[in-house]
C-alpha cells in the first residue's frame, strides 16, 4: 500500500434494479473490485451517492454499516473464506448469529440452506474436507442465509475448473431465478454470458453497458 | 459471556495456540503463584511476630535498674541503684490513671525449688496479683496471688507448666507442698505461658512473703507496668512512650542519677519495641504485594502478546466476521472474552496451587518469626479480582485493533 492516493474509479453512473444479474468485467485494475466494495459497503466512496434499497449509504457508523451487510448483503469470495474451523453448517448459521437469532433456529435455517444447494450430507465437515466446488456452495449458503436483497460475487468461479464453474453457476442462476438480485465481479466471457447484462470497466469508467441473452448453464452440464 | 458458541470459538482458537497459550498462562499462573506465596508469608510473619509480643502483654513496660556510669552532683559512678517499694507506690500513685495493671517484684535468680525427692533450679518471683496478666499467664488449674495472700505475706506458689511435668511428673501439684531453698510453700496454681516452655519455668509467690522469707525487706528488682490501650494503636504507642519517659525522669530524680546517665534506670517499652517491628512487618508486606504484582504484570504482559498473535493470525477470519454483519463490538467482546479467560483460568490453577502448598506445608514451618502462613479469603478474592481486571487489560489493546480491521484489507486474496 502507497501513501499516495490513487483514483480507481473516475465516475460510475449506473443502476440495478431488483432482480437483476449483472457481471462487471474489465482487465485488473480497471476498478471492478473497488466498485464491488463499495457496492458491498466494505468500502466508501470518497465523493458521490450510493442507494441501496432506496436508503442512501454515506457516512455510516460502523456499527450501522455492519447492520446494513448483515441484513441487505450477502457476499461470495473467489478464496471462499469460510472460517476453517467450523464446520459446514456453522458457517452457513454465522451471519444469523450475528442477526441475533437463537441457536436452534438458525441451525434449521442453516440445514435448509445447506439442502438447498445439495450440501446436506457434508453439513458437519470441516472445509478442509470439502472440494472446492462444494466450499463455494457452501460460502453461497451462508451468503443467502440472511435473506439479502443483493448477492454480491467477486470472481465466484475464479478458483474453480469449468465444470465446478458451471455446476456453480447453475445454483446462482437459480437462486437469480427466485427473484434475487446478483452482482458478479468476472474476467471470465463464458461465465459473463451466463448473466443478464454485463458491465465493462476501463480505468475506473464504465465503457460498455449492455445486456446480454444468458446462457443457461445447464445446457453443459 | 454464557453464549456455547462464543466458548466454542475461544477453545478452538486457543487449541490452535497450544504451546503460546500454555507458556502465557505459566506465566500468568506462576505470578499468582508467587503472590500467594508471598501474601502467605507475609501473613506468616505478622502471625509469627504476634505471637512473639503475646508472650507478655503488649503494652508491658519493665523498669530494672544498674549501676551509674556517671558522676553527679558528687556522687561517684559506679553507684547501685536499688529499687524500693516506695519506688513503686510513687509511680503507681502518680500515674494510676494511665496505668492498666502494676506489679513489683523480687526475684529469686536460680532458687533450688524441692518436692519430695525431686528438685530442680528455677527463678522465683516475688509478685503482686496483676502480674499474671502483665505475664500472659494463663491459669491451667488453682488460683493466682491474690489481695490476701499479699496482706497476709502467706506462703503459697503459682508454678508453671513445665515446674509441674519435671517436679510433679502426672501428679496433680495443688494444694501439695513444694520447698523453695528449704521453706516450705503450698501450691495453689498451675499456669500456661504463650511464651512456651522458658516462660513456663517458673514460680510465683506474693511479693511480701519473698521480701519477708528471703531476706528482701523491702527492695525490688523490678517494676512492671501495662498502660491502659486507648482503640487507636498509635496513641497507645504515644501514651506508652510518655509513661517511660516520666518514670524514668522520676526514678532518675529520686535516686540521684545524671539525666543523662543511660545504664542506672533501664526502662524496657514492649509496645515501642512493637510498633518498631510492625512497621517492619508493614514494609515487608508491601514489598511483597509490589513483587507480586510485578509479577503478574509480567504475566499480563505476556497474556496481551500472544493475544495481538492470535488477532494477527486471524485476521482474515475477522474480516469475514465483519463482512457477514458482525458488530466491532462483538469483536472486542470476543477478544476480551478469550484474553480474561486465559488471565482467569491460567491464575486460578496458579492462586489454587498456591494454598494447597500453603495448606500442606505451611504447617511443617517451625521458626519463631513465621507462623501458620496463610492467605484469607478476601486476599483470595482481590487477587482474582486483579486477575480478571489484568486479563481484561491485556485483551484490551489486541480487542481494539481488531475491532479496527478492515474487512478489505483483511479479504484481500494475497
Known amino acids: 500500500m502507497g501513501s499516495n492516493s490513487l483514483h480507481v474509479l473516475k465516475g460510475i453512473n449506473f443502476n440495478v434494479k431488483e432482480g437483476e444479474m449483472v457481471s462487471i468485467m474489465g482487465s485488473s485494475g480497471s476498478g471492478k473490485s473497488t466498485l464491488l466494495n463499495i457496492l458491498g459497503i466494505l468500502d466508501e466512496a470518497d465523493s458521490g451517492s450510493y442507494i441501496l434499497d432506496g436508503v442512501p449509504i454515506k457516512n455510516l457508523t460502523e456499527k450501522v454499516a455492519a447492520n446494513y451487510r448483515n441484513k441487505f448483503l450477502g457476499f461470495i469470495f473467489q478464496s471462499f473464506n469460510l472460517i476453517n474451523y467450523k464446520t459446514a453448517l456453522d458457517n452457513v448459521a454465522m451471519p444469523l448469529y450475528y442477526q441475533g437469532m437463537k441457536r436452534k433456529e438458525r441451525i434449521e435455517k442453516a440445514e435448509y440452506y445447506l439442502e438447498k444447494v445439495g450440501l446436506s450430507p457434508w453439513s458437519h465437515h470441516l472445509p478442509s474436507e470439502l472440494s472446492g466446488g462444494q466450499k463455494q456452495r457452501v460460502a453461497i449458503a451462508r451468503a443467502l442465509a440472511s435473506d439479502p436483497k443483493v448477492l454480491l460475487a467477486d470472481e465466484p468461479t475464479g478458483a474453480l475448473d469449468s465444470k465446478t464453474s458451471q455446476e456453480v453457476m447453475e445454483l446462482i442462476q437459480g437462486i437469480n431465478d427466485e427473484g434475487k438480485t446478483i452482482l458478479m465481479v468476472t474476467h471470465e466471457h463464458d461465465i459473463a454470458q451466463m448473466t443478464k447484462r454485463i458491465v465493462h470497466l476501463k480505468d475506473g469508467v464504465i465503457i460498455d453497458d449492455a445486456p446480454v441473452k444468458q446462457v443457461r448453464a445447464s445446457i453443459y452440464v | ?414
Open chain 2, 1 to 414: 459471556m454464557f453464549d456455547i458458541e462464543r466458548w466454542q470459538e475461544i477453545f478452538e482458537t486457543l487449541s490452535k495456540n497450544k504451546l503460546q497459550t500454555f507458556l502465557t498462562g505459566l506465566s500468568v499462573a506462576s505470578g499468582i503463584f508467587i503472590l500467594v506465596i508471598l501474601l502467605g508469608f507475609s501473613t506468616g510473619i505478622q502471625n509469627g511476630v504476634t505471637a512473639e509480643f503475646e508472650q507478655d502483654a503488649t503494652s508491658k513496660i519493665t523498669v530494672w535498674t544498674r549501676r551509674t556510669t556517671k558522676e553527679y552532683k558528687g556522687l561517684n559512678p559506679g553507684r547501685y541503684i536499688q529499687l524500693k517499694n516506695s519506688d513503686y507506690n510513687d509511680i503507681k500513685n502518680e500515674y494510676a490513671e494511665l496505668i492498666e495493671y502494676e506489679s513489683a517484684n523480687y526475684m529469686l535468680w536460680n532458687a533450688q525449688v524441692n518436692f519430695e525427692n525431686e528438685s530442680k533450679n528455677y527463678r522465683v518471683y516475688g509478685v503482686l496479683p496483676d502480674y499474671q496478666f502483665i505475664e500472659n499467664s494463663d491459669l491451667g488449674s488453682g488460683r493466682y496471688v491474690n489481695e490476701t495472700d499479699i496482706d497476709n505475706a502467706t506462703k503459697v506458689a503459682v508454678i508453671g507448666n513445665k515446674v509441674k511435668l519435671d517436679l510433679f511428673k502426672d501428679q496433680d501439684p495443688i494444694g501439695k507442698g513444694i520447698s523453695i531453698y528449704g521453706i516450705n510453700f503450698k501450691v495453689i496454681g498451675v499456669y500456661f505461658d504463650p511464651g512456651g516452655e522458658d516462660e513456663e519455668s517458673q514460680v510465683f509467690i506474693p511479693l511480701t512473703t519473698a521480701q519477708k522469707s528471703f531476706n528482701g525487706n523491702n527492695r525490688l528488682n523490678n517494676l512492671s507496668f501495662t498502660v491502659k490501650m486507648p482503640k487507636k494503636f498509635k496513641e497507645g504507642v504515644a501514651i506508652s512512650q510518655y509513661v517511660s519517659q516520666a518514670i524514668e525522669t522520676n526514678l532518675k530524680e529520686l535516686h540521684m542519677v545524671h539525666p543523662e546517665d543511660m545504664s542506672a534506670i533501664r526502662i524496657q517499652n514492649n509496645l515501642d519495641e512493637a510498633e518498631k517491628i510492625y512497621s517492619l512487618v508493614d514494609a515487608i508486606k508491601l514489598i511483597f504485594w509490589f513483587v507480586g504484582i510485578g509479577t503478574i504484570i509480567a504475566g499480563v504482559v505476556g497474556v496481551g502478546n500472544i493475544m495481538l498473535i492470535i488477532v494477527k493470525e486471524r485476521t482474515k477470519e475477522i474480516g469475514i466476521r465483519k463482512a457477514l454483519g458482525a458488530q466491532p463490538m462483538s469483536i472486542v467482546g470476543m477478544i476480551l472474552q478469550e484474553s480474561v479467560f486465559v488471565t482467569m483460568f491460567a491464575g486460578l490453577f496458579g492462586l489454587v496451587l498456591g494454598l494447597t502448598l500453603l495448606e500442606f506445608v505451611g504447617p511443617l514451618i517451625e521458626n519463631d518469626f513465621i507462623k501458620y502462613p496463610q492467605v484469607d479469603f478476601n486476599t483470595a478474592l482481590t487477587t482474582v479480582f486483579i486477575l480478571v481486571i489484568a486479563g481484561a487489560a491485556a485483551g484490551f489493546v489486541p480487542a481494539y485493533r481488531a475491532a479496527k480491521i478492515k474487512p478489505i484489507i483483511a479479504l484481500r486474496d494475497e
